[in-house]
Structure formats: structure tokens, C-alpha cells
């Protein structure tokens, strides 16, 4: 793009201009960086798309430089407030700055005609109390509201007279004789202007504006944590998803990290693409997605991970965390993302029932390079240690006959259901085998284990263009 056109001015306009502005700073290196992005993701939306951009105010007006070079500023539709947090007692002692408390939503459509369907929140129970203290014959609660309107005739509403009164009207006088005939017109008295009847039980509740105060953050004692620390609670990403497409349309998040856009569009019955850089996300999200039952990889595509056995040792040799996070989730555990050598010789668990007591764990410890009969004896300590039924050494090499007698001197974990060895070692090459993990019991979904499985929406052949 050059020049000034119908999306703007060039998106390297901008670019020279935010550089006068913020010189080589580490914010104008951000920008750079997502500028080419968003123009992609403007390239390939349809239409009749949207795009929302999260950020915080630090970022916000820069950003919406970018957006308005790319898409142009008539495309802009909003800048959506969510109060992501509160006010804390340390930020008030000795502060010098209104507290930040909210993050922005720069909200943009790539054509004129676009979908939104109105969310709207329940009505609060003082507001049912103050405003709907009449109750009819029915029993059914109702308030009485103004049939003028606004503006007194300037916005080319009807004046006539009705039931004795003249005024500028909300409806033509064809549409009040009929709500009159339907009772629900009421006059309090002769002469005094007629009110409408609105029934309680006839409104949706309160129409959500571009101020949303009511989706908490994900706080570290939240079900849905995964430890990312961007992570987006699954309310607001299912907020925009179904206020801007229908079902069975297409939502693309194009830096899915632990995959909350992905379940809350198949949740929502939406087709889906996600994309990110780390194997670490790919895991995580598989993990997510167990809970709509296990016919779902077959009907999702998942490129860039490793698919042969050479590719697995190619990983395993450039990259040891990467490798680590690919085995944990090939093993159908989350992943446990934490710095180097704080995990505790623990990369993943499985939780799983054998009975009809509290859930059980095995820890899963993954090795990249060589490994020998240390490594076994290193897991039968993290096993007791964290008192696991079970652990699991996953290697890159072929298990010797050492590590196999040092597994044995383990014993075996006994349940209702069999004998199992309480340490296994699994290779690379089983896992490419599809040869089943030796474990008792039904094996339980790492993130909501009570919660039922349910169907998903097929994935494949998924089309961004119109």
C-alpha cells in the first residue's frame, strides 16, 4: 500500500511517522514487529470480518495508528474497555498516577457489511426491585415508560392526538391504537399522558456497551488457569466470538499461546484455525480440546509437529524444551512450562480414577539426551517425593536392560483393576508405534475432570476468503 487511499494513508507512512515519535525504543520495535502482522491478517479476513486487537493503554494509540493505516479509519468500530482488574491497597500508598485497571479492544471490520448480534447482561436485581414494583393479574411484573419522543419532533417522529393528549409520538397513531387494544397502553388518569406497559419477563436484560466490567481475569485461583501469563479468561473470548460470528463460520487466532479462542469457538460450534510458535501452545490447546470426547483429532489438522520418528530425534537434539512439551502432550498430560531447572524432575502429569476414590497422578519426566539407569532411579525419587502412583520415563535412545531391571526394583502399583509397573520407560519409537501406555483406570481430562465430554464441530477445509 502507498499514498493515501480508501484504507488511509500507507502502513509505512505511519511507521515514519511513529518513528519521529518514539525514536528506536523498545515500544517502536513492538510496532515494527506487529505492523507486517497486521497487515497479513487483513489480507486474508473476509469481507464481512472483524478483527479485535487486545493491548494495553500503554500501546493502545499507537496501535490504532497501525489499524487505521491497514484498514482504514471508517473501519474503526469501537475501542472496547474490559476492567481486568481492581485497585490495590499497594498502588493507592504513595501513589502518583490513577491506578491502571482496564485493557483496550481496538475493534475493526474489513468491509461495510458486517455480523454482531447484541449481548446483553441479566438485569440486577435492585434495578428489578426499583423499576418493577407493578404486578398484573397474571402475576407478571411490569414498569411503565414514556411513549414520547425524544427530541420533541426534531428526530421526524408523528404528533398527533391520542386519548386526549397531544404530543410528538415514539410510534405512528396505527401502531398505538394497536398496543392499546393489546393492553399494553395505560392512561393513569384522564388527561395524564399514556404510559406503555413493559413486562419483566419480556426483556433480555441490559444491552452490554463498550465498557465491560463484568469478566473477571484469570487470577491464580481460577479453574481455568493454565499459568500462561496472558492468558484471557474464556468469558471475553466467548463475548466477541458470538457477538461477531454465527455458527459454523470460521475464527482465526493468530497468537493462540494456551488455545482459550480455540475452545471457546468450538464450544461455541465455530470452525477454527490457531496459530502459534511454540510447541509448548500446540500441547497445551490438545489437552484443552480432550473435553469435547476423542473424535476431535480427527477432525482437526495440526502442522509442525514432529510426524516421524527422525523428526522426533531432530527436535529432541535442537531444541530440549520443545521436545519436552511435544512428548508430554503426545502422552495426551498438559505440559509444565517453568524455567530451567525449577520443574523438579516433573514435565507432566496424567490424572486418571481406578476406583471409586480420589483421583490419582502419574508424573511424567521427559529426557532429550542420553540417559541410563540414573534417570530411573531419579523419577522412582520424584514418584515418592510428590507421592505419584506411577512414573513415566519418556527417551530419545533405545531403553537398555539396566534401566529396565532398575524400573522392576520399583514393584508395581495395584488397583481393582490389575497390576501395573509402577515406572515405566516409553521411547520416542512406541509413541510412534501407537503403543498404549500401561495404566489402570480411566484416564481423566488434566484440566476439568468432572466435566462430561461433549461433540465437536468439524474443522476441516476451513476457507478465510470469501
Avoid at 354 to 364: L, M, R, T
Wanted: with cysteine; hydrophobic share 35%.
Amino acid at each position: 500500500m502507498s499514498g493515501i487511499g480508501r484504507r488511509g494513508g500507507s502502513i509505512s507512512d505511519a511507521i515514519r511517522s511513529l518513528r519521529i515519535l518514539l525514536g528506536n525504543s523498545d515500544m517502536m520495535a513492538y510496532l515494527v514487529m506487529m505492523a507486517p502482522r497486521i497487515r497479513e491478517l487483513q489480507r486474508v479476513l473476509k469481507r464481512t470480518g472483524t478483527i479485535y486487537l487486545h493491548c494495553d493503554p500503554t500501546a493502545s494509540h499507537y496501535l490504532k495508528l497501525l489499524m487505521d493505516a491497514v484498514f482504514g479509519p471508517s473501519k474503526f468500530k469501537n475501542e472496547i474497555i474490559w476492567k481486568r482488574t481492581t485497585t490495590k491497597n499497594d498502588y493507592i500508598q504513595g501513589a502518583s498516577n490513577w491506578p491502571r485497571v482496564h485493557d483496550v479492544l481496538l475493534y475493526y471490520s474489513n468491509g461495510d457489511k458486517t455480523t454482531f448480534t447484541q449481548p446483553f447482561a441479566p438485569l440486577r436485581e435492585e434495578y428489578i426491585k426499583s423499576h418493577y414494583g407493578l404486578v398484573d393479574e397474571n402475576g407478571r411484573k411490569y414498569q411503565l415508560t414514556d411513549l414520547t419522543a425524544p427530541g420533541s419532533g426534531l428526530r421526524g417522529h408523528p404528533r398527533y392526538e391520542f386519548m386526549g393528549v397531544t404530543r410528538y409520538w415514539r410510534y405512528n397513531q396505527e401502531k398505538m391504537e394497536k398496543l392499546l387494544s393489546d393492553g399494553r397502553i395505560i392512561q393513569p388518569r384522564p388527561g395524564a399522558v399514556p404510559r406503555y406497559k413493559r413486562y419483566l419477563d419480556e426483556m433480555k436484560g441490559t444491552a452490554i456497551g463498550d465498557v465491560w466490567w463484568d469478566i473477571a481475569p484469570v487470577n491464580s485461583q481460577a479453574r481455568e488457569r493454565l499459568g500462561y501469563p496472558t492468558q484471557k479468561p474464556q468469558a471475553l473470548l466467548e463475548r466477541i466470538i458470538a457477538a461477531n460470528t454465527r455458527e459454523g463460520e470460521v475464527v482465526l487466532d493468530p497468537f493462540c499461546g494456551c488455545g482459550t479462542a480455540i475452545e471457546a469457538a468450538e464450544s461455541l460450534g465455530r470452525r477454527w484455525i490457531g496459530i502459534d510458535i511454540t510447541l509448548l501452545a500446540v500441547a497445551v490447546i490438545k489437552n484443552r480440546l480432550t473435553k469435547f470426547g476423542p473424535g476431535i483429532f480427527k477432525q482437526i489438522k495440526i502442522t509442525g509437529e514432529p510426524v516421524t520418528l527422525e523428526e522426533a530425534e531432530a527436535l529432541a537434539e535442537s531444541d530440549k524444551f520443545g521436545f519436552q512439551w511435544w512428548a508430554v502432550g503426545k502422552l495426551g498430560a498438559p505440559p509444565i512450562e517453568e524455567k530451567k531447572g525449577r520443574d523438579r524432575g516433573v514435565d507432566g502429569r496424567i490424572y486418571f480414577h481406578d476406583d471409586a476414590g480420589s483421583a490419582k497422578h502419574i508424573v511424567i519426566s521427559v529426557k532429550a539426551g542420553q540417559v541410563g539407569p540414573a534417570a530411573v532411579r531419579e523419577l522412582r525419587g520424584v514418584v515418592e517425593r510428590d507421592h505419584a502412583a506411577m512414573g513415566i520415563l519418556v527417551t530419545v535412545r533405545q531403553r537398555t536392560s539396566e534401566m529396565q531391571r532398575e524400573a522392576a526394583v520399583a514393584g508395581m502399583y495395584r488397583s481393582i483393576n490389575g497390576a501395573y509397573p509402577k515406572l515405566q520407560v516409553i521411547t520416542v519409537e512406541d509413541m510412534f508405534t501407537d503403543k498404549p501406555i500401561n495404566i489402570p483406570g480411566k484416564k481423566l481430562n488434566p484440566y476439568e475432570p468432572k466435566r462430561p465430554a461433549t461433540v465437536s464441530q468439524p474443522a476441516e477445509q476451513l476457507r478465510l476468503l470469501p
